[in-house]
């Protein structure tokens, strides 16, 4: 969910920045694309002067369509020049406006995602989630401190700066981040579905509800999956406002007690009782000597790994739909199923997908192709990822669905 736009017909001014900048270009040698949210671009650069890489944010003003939006950039600048010392979250480098771009220049993070890096590294316990959630409580707690409100918390908004062993993980986006005053309530309902705290579904919120996502992104950590789980996202909705948290399933039983309560004590629905970030810092589980360093077992990496797949897919899927897809582009996109369900069965099998993908010149491995597929699977049948893999004859894939999928892995390709 992101802020809606006023409408506001306030008078537009024709800049972000209130002061003049060169241009971006002068400095730095824009490169490939990194990453594409619902407001901007990322591009890898390089400083001129220096040879140094850097990640480069530009966001078009033809998206910024009223007053509000441009003193949403420039208060997402100002939060992050004010966390810049923070060891645990992105640096950034410089600013610079042109008639058609804003760009941010910060920090290159080159060590992926944190779920990826999960599941890529294999050993994985309740040891290295409390390390993990030290970060990122540790940058919720200096928000606060600073009278910042995140708004935004969730996995995908935290990068390791490099793919070394001894990365660090760092916070990357604050496009959501407001300033806050001690005892003032916001009403403006943002943040991503499976995060957002209850209290901001009823309109009337505090800083405490960043605790809440804090405590979403411990409990995928512990198992997997988020807490709520729906078929929608009203249905999402309904679940955090009333739905039970499961502490049965597996690998719950096999979870420390200690987790458990540091998981309830953050997803405490009445916002007044719910423990603070730095409460959560202090508690008995965030100490490298209590948490278990046994490890939580396939499953659950398994099912981080389709959770996070499914997560990209669904963010290609709404690109692809909402951007992409003329009626001419929609037929030819049938023509190209047609082309991969080469046994006319009007759905494509794993096979399928992967003969089609190679004929394209995609590069993807067959376990990546799985991954996707899997991902696919259960953004399109509303299912909760499971603890195993599906086996490949069950996996047939609608119109719809494969053509996301094969569209999104040509575009990813083309960068």
């Known amino acids: 969910m992101r802020k809606q736009s006023s409408g506001s017909s306030s008078k537009i001014s024709s800049t972000v920045l209130p002061y003049q900048t060169p241009r971006l270009r002068d400095h730095y040698s824009v490169g490939r694309k990194l990453g594409q949210g619902q407001f901007g671009t990322t591009f890898h650069c390089i400083e001129k002067g220096t040879g140094k890489e850097y990640a480069c944010k530009s966001i078009p003003k033809r998206k910024l369509l009223c007053k509000d939006d441009y003193d949403d950039v420039w208060r997402e600048i100002q939060i992050m020049h004010h966390l810049s010392e923070h060891s645990s979250v992105v640096r950034i480098k410089g600013t610079y406006e042109d008639t058609m771009f804003v760009h941010l220049v910060m920090e290159l993070c080159g060590g992926g995602e944190l779920f990826d890096r999960i599941v890529k590294k294999g050993h994985y316990s309740e040891r290295k989630a409390a390390q993990l959630m030290k970060t990122i409580v540790g940058v919720v707690e200096a928000c606060h401190s600073l009278g910042v409100m995140h708004r935004d918390l969730k996995p995908e908004n935290f990068l390791f700066d490099m793919p070394d062993e001894d990365a660090k993980l760092k916070a990357t986006d604050f496009g959501l981040s407001v300033f806050y005053k001690p005892g003032q309530y916001l009403s403006d309902v943002v943040g991503s579905p499976y995060y957002v705290a209850p209290e901001v579904l009823h309109k009337c919120y505090g800083p405490e509800a960043d605790v809440w996502s804090a405590g979403v992104i411990l409990y995928i950590l512990l198992c997997g999956v988020p807490p709520f789980w729906a078929e929608t996202d009203n249905g999402i909705f309904r679940q955090i406002l009333k739905g039970k948290i499961d ?154 669905a494969a053509l996301i999928l094969f569209q999104a892995d040509i575009d990813n390709n083309g960068q």
């Not at 009782?273 to 939580?296: E, F, G, N, Y």
């Not at 582009?329 to 089609?356: A, C, P």
Request: proline share 5%; hydrophobic share 40%; with cysteine.
């Open 247 to 400: 502490f049965e399933s597996e690998p719950w039983p096999h979870i420390s007690e200690s987790a458990k309560d540091l998981v309830r004590k953050m997803l405490t629905r009445d916002p007044r009782s719910r423990i603070t970030a730095h409460q959560v810092l202090c508690h008995p589980w965030m100490d490298d000597t209590v948490a278990p360093d046994k490890p939580l077992g396939s499953a659950v990496l398994t099912r981080l790994k389709q959770f996070s797949a499914m997560n990209k897919l669904k963010k290609m899927a709404l690109r692809v739909i909402a951007e992409r897809l003329s009626e001419e582009e929609i037929g030819g996109l049938r023509q190209l199923f047609k082309m991969l369900d080469t046994d006319n069965s009007g759905t494509i099998t794993f096979d399928e997908l992967k003969h089609g993908l190679r004929r394209v010149g995609s590069e993807l491995m067959e376990s990546d192709i799985k991954a996707l597929m899997e991902a696919v699977y259960f953004l399109f049948s509303n299912e909760k990822p499971k603890s195993q893999s599906i086996s490949n004859d069950r996996i047939n894939l609608t119109c719809m």
